[in-house]
């Protein structure tokens, strides 16, 4: 086209070529006019300028540099007479570049020429930019119809290519070129950017000149500029000293270049170095925010820039050519990065975007060591910590945030989160970072709080000797000894005590409170010494397993503090359970502990989903099995009166449990319930050795009730009446009745440990005496029982409420418990006790026991009515009043199954056929329920409302509400929260789990029933 115009260049006047910002425009108007000049045309040159866009006429005033000095030239016909005389002698070519930066004086002249030039040998080619805003649009709409255009587009990947010359350096240069400068365009190497977290391309292409000219035109957009640029530094890649100072070179080149070629338009260079630092993130609103102005100028500034090719209009704002977006951020300082990304994550945060998108746009721009963004980060982080679904959610998004770079300030708070939140799940790893913590943290306390961690953390790794070393320096600081941290400490050193034999406990740090330091002083004494006047409100409010500087007590240790009886420990149980924030491993001891609890309560089939829940989260303990065998005792006894021996058996073995183990008081709960296990599977003398090594624990535990069924299946019937009396006299010395002193019950245990076992002299240690008299003796015609379902203080299961719902109301069973006197507590423990002792020493004693065990019945509550009632009928079936201990059995065996003892109901079953009696249909578990009761149960299991479940069966919704109640009852639940797992873990057990041979052949069912727990509490 421009060529048929120049050898005809009367017949169209004006060649308009558009195209955006270094698309060549200026080239080919200046090939243009060599082209002209070759055919021997005049050729006039002039270039409109934006700095001179405001003064009128401009481009009349170059023409007259042109012209004869002395010609008037003062307005359009002058300037048409000028024109068309030169033009008389020899054909004439106008240039005019930047016509888009001409004031309207000098448009309005052109639009004269142009209606009045055609028949004249005189032609016009100018350059004009679409998208720029003219100083008369009509005029402007009335030259671009009137012209022939050329529009300038950028050039492809394949034009690119034939622009690249591979001979003219040879193959290997291309392949340097591609490799060290546009290949690393991805990481911005071809503008020394590298290392400052922006990404300024999607791809880099690496290999040999058939794959320059794709990441060139990439890199460049096709811009012939650009391209330009690129192609004029082919030696950068020879000298790496010369890299860095001609890529900088370049890099202001592009910038300034840029700088030229922006619009009139308010806020464009702002604009661009926002969309630049944003990326993926250069919303119009975000840039808006980020530069200070309103988002409709933002959008203005944007669409100006879109139609002079630097920016991409749409939803989110990108660069037509990555190689600009690089020189624009090589050109902004960091501290001017960091403000824009402060302010676009302010406003984020202010529009309730996501806080993980906040997150990554200030850790990608790589700004945290700034104050404002350190703030920023910190304050995301911490509501995303408290929002996490978990621990173990938590760990993996500080941790993903730590392998950035990140400010001292800002990684010595991250660390600190991360170090608390492992100490549940990796403790190892808790300890690594909590001591870096430490030492970056500049606030003391914060520092002392974090060396207590790590100590705790160290205590979870069973090395004791150095986080000893860390509390007893922690406990000289000046700030620690004036926070309840030194309470803390002091409990903490005595625990250690406990766990390091070789470890001396010493006293409590000075300052520290009476509070602790009783306690401290009971573990020292491990626990032999009851609880005195520390309540167990007290210890729990001090201990506080729950909290995010809960200690990393066992449950056993804790519950050897104090004398509160199980349903005082109920509410503070199912709080533990139900607080947030908790790791795996105090997760299994709450579950554990929950459990531990409903058990002494008589709740076999609620402690069984605990149970199930502890043994769920073992998976994702990390730490030593040694720090949460206080959690196996409880676990192991569950699954032992559910009948599940060899889920009880595969528990120790993958915990490997089953070897010998220290006797420490932490041990002795696994101890006990590993020795009744062991009895359970026909091994009495391993349940034996189990029981005696629990004895020489030290805490009260009721090992002689445990060791009274052994000693009779072992054939030790003197040793097993001795014990029995020696439990007797303790039980009655607690009731308040005169009995020998605490040496002749001492030789009575010793007696009870001869023939080659270790002896094991112990004293009762049980504070006597609640006033009670001797109990009566009934006669053998027991009279009615009185099952108490609901204890005094004892908080009903909510699965089905809300955390901070449960939380509430287990603080207010918490204060009716501190508020129902000491005296009924120490009675009713008492009772119990007492109904134990008595039940062992009626089996012990054969058929003369018959009246003890009469008694037992009359002072037992809950299961143990059950395992009283039981033995009752089994003396009355050995001395032949068989109707008598059908009855007593039939009674036991209802109690039994309602609290969903489902070993003990299958022997006194046995026990119930063998005296001839007919063992009704199961009234308890999934077996027990309807048809229809399991029907309705199964489809509330999945989730199902009580309206969706009676539309689809085709019921009322109250026959669905009966039929769950009903259910609830037989299963021995709470709510529907619990169906999934009850109906799931029953056809398990029924599937997978043999009979017990070993049973058949015990004595008395007691051995499988498990002797009582009251006695922990002693």
């Excluded at 309207?104 to 016009?124: I, K, M, W």
């Excluded at 990439?218 to 192609?231: D, F, I, K, M, R």
Aim: charged content about 20%; some cysteine; glycine content about 10%.
């Amino acid at each position: 086209m421009l060529a048929h115009h120049l050898t005809n260049i009367a017949t169209g006047p004006l060649i308009l070529v558009e195209g955006g910002a270094g698309t060549g425009r200026t080239a080919l108007l200046a090939a243009g006019a060599d082209a002209a000049r070759g055919l021997g045309h005049q050729v006039l040159t002039v270039t409109a300028s934006r700095y001179e866009s405001e003064l009128p006429a401009q481009l009349i005033h170059r023409l007259r540099t042109h012209a004869d000095p002395s010609a008037a030239i003062t307005a359009p016909h002058s300037l048409f007479r000028w024109i068309t005389e030169q033009a008389r002698r020899t054909p004439l070519l106008l240039v005019i570049d930047d016509l888009h930066w001409s004031d309207r004086e000098s448009l309005h002249c052109l639009a004269y020429l142009v209606r009045r030039l055609p028949g004249h040998p005189v032609g016009v080619l100018a350059s004009h930019l679409p998208a720029h805003p003219s100083p008369d649009p009509v005029l402007l709409t009335e030259l671009r119809r009137s012209s022939s255009r050329i529009v300038l587009r950028p050039f492809s990947a394949r034009m690119v290519g034939a622009l690249i010359d591979p001979g003219r350096h040879g193959g290997s240069h291309a392949d340097r070129l591609c490799d060290n400068g546009a290949g690393r365009c991805g990481s911005g190497g071809l503008f020394g950017i590298e290392g400052r977290g922006i990404r300024v391309s999607p791809v880099g292409v690496r290999g040999g000149a058939s794959n320059l000219s794709a990441c060139l035109a990439e890199w460049t957009g096709g811009n012939p500029y650009l391209l330009n640029v690129a192609l004029s530094q082919p030696d950068w890649c020879d000298c790496p000293a010369k890299t860095r100072e001609q890529s900088g070179y370049a890099a202001r080149t592009v910038y300034n270049w840029l700088r030229s070629r922006l619009p009139p338009v308010a806020g464009c260079l702002e604009c661009v170095g926002a969309a630049a630092i944003l990326g993926s993130n250069a919303e119009p609103t975000l840039i808006a925010a980020a530069v200070g102005i309103t988002v409709r100028a933002a959008e203005e500034a944007v669409q100006a820039l879109s139609e002079i090719g630097f920016l991409t209009g749409g939803a989110i704002v990108e660069f037509a050519q990555p190689m600009v977006r690089a020189a624009v951020l090589a050109a902004i300082s960091p501290e001017q990065r960091a403000r824009v990304l402060v302010a676009a994550g302010a406003r984020l945060v202010e529009i309730g975007a996501a806080d993980e998108r906040v997150l990554e746009l200030l850790l990608d721009g790589e700004v945290t060591e700034y104050d404002d963004a350190a703030r920023l980060v910190s304050a995301l982080l911490d509501r995303m910590v408290a929002a996490a679904a978990s621990v173990l959610a938590r760990v993996e998004l500080l941790r993903r945030v730590l392998a950035r770079p990140t400010a001292r300030s800002l990684r010595a708070h991250l660390l600190a989160l991360l170090g608390t939140a492992e100490t549940d799940t990796d403790p190892a790893a808790a300890q690594t970072h909590l001591a870096e913590a430490a030492r970056l943290a500049t606030d003391p306390w914060l520092r002392a709080q974090l060396v207590f961690q790590r100590a705790s953390a160290l205590l979870l790794l069973d090395r004791g000797i150095e986080a000893a070393g860390l509390l007893r320096c922690l406990a000289l600081d000046s700030e620690v000894a004036q926070s309840g941290l030194l309470d803390r400490i002091a409990v903490l050193l005595a625990e250690l005590a406990i766990r390091h034999p070789d470890l001396p406990a010493g006293e409590p740090p000075t300052g520290t409170g009476g509070s602790a330091k009783r306690i401290a002083n009971l573990l020292a004494d491990s626990g032999s010494s009851g609880g005195g006047d520390l309540s167990w409100h007290q210890t729990w409010q001090l201990l506080s397993p729950a909290g995010r500087l809960g200690l990393p007590l066992t449950w056993s240790t804790l519950s050897t503090l104090s004398e509160a009886p199980p349903h005082r420990q109920l509410p503070y149980t199912t709080a533990w359970v139900t607080a947030p924030d908790q790791g795996p491993l105090r997760k299994v001891l709450a579950h554990a502990a929950h459990a531990n609890v409903l058990l002494a309560l008589g709740r076999i089939s609620r402690a069984a989903i605990e149970t199930d829940r502890a043994i769920a989260q073992l998976a994702q303990v990390t730490v030593p099995p040694a720090i949460a065998v206080a959690a196996f005792g409880p676990l192991i006894e569950t699954l032992l009166e559910r009948d599940d021996l060899p889920a009880a058996n595969r528990l120790l073995a993958e915990a490997d449990l089953n070897g010998p183990l220290p006797t420490r008081p932490t041990n002795a709960a696994l101890l006990l319930a590993r020795g009744r296990l062991r009895h359970a599977c026909g091994d009495p003398g391993g349940a034996l050795a189990d029981i005696l090594a629990a004895a020489r624990c030290g805490p009260p535990i009721p090992w002689r009730a445990n060791a009274i069924p052994v000693l009779l299946e072992l054939g030790r019937h003197d040793t097993a009446r001795a014990l029995a009396c020696t439990e007797l006299a303790a039980a009655r010395a607690l009731a308040g009745v005169d009995v020998a002193s605490d040496q002749a019950i001492a030789e009575v245990d010793a007696v009870a440990v001869d023939s080659g076992e270790r002896p094991a002299v112990l004293t009762t240690g049980e504070a006597a005496g609640t006033g009670r008299g001797d109990p009566v003796v009934y006669a053998d015609s027991a009279p009615p029982v009185a099952v108490r379902e609901h204890p005094p203080g004892e908080l009903r299961d909510a699965p089905d409420l809300p955390a901070d719902e449960v939380a509430d109301l287990a603080l207010a069973e918490a204060e009716l418990a501190r508020t129902t006197g000491e005296f009924t507590a120490a009675r009713e423990t008492a009772e119990q006790a007492l109904g134990i002792a008595l039940r062992l020493a009626g089996q012990a004693a054969g058929p003369s026991g018959l009246g003890m065990l009469t008694e037992s019945v009359a002072l037992s509550t809950g299961m143990e009515t059950a395992r009283a009632l039981g033995e009752l009928g089994i003396g009355l079936a050995r001395v032949g009043r068989v109707g008598q201990a059908r009855q007593r059995l039939r009674r036991a065996l209802v109690l039994a199954e309602g609290a969903g003892a489902v070993r003990l109901g299958r022997i006194l079953a046995q026990r119930l056929r063998d005296a001839g009696g007919r063992v009704p249909g199961r009234i308890q578990g999934p077996e027990s329920l309807t048809a229809s009761e399991r029907r309705v149960a199964r489809l509330a299991a999945t989730g199902r409302t009580n309206r969706q479940i009676a539309d689809e069966l085709f019921v009322t919704r109250r026959a669905v509400e009966m039929h769950l109640t009903q259910a609830y009852r037989k299963l021995g639940i709470g709510g529907r929260g619990d169906l999934r797992e009850v109906l799931g873990r029953d056809g398990r057990r029924q599937a997978n789990q043999p009979r017990s041979a070993s049973s058949a052949g015990h004595p008395s069912w007691v051995v499988d029933a498990g002797a009582g727990r009251a006695g922990r509490s002693r």
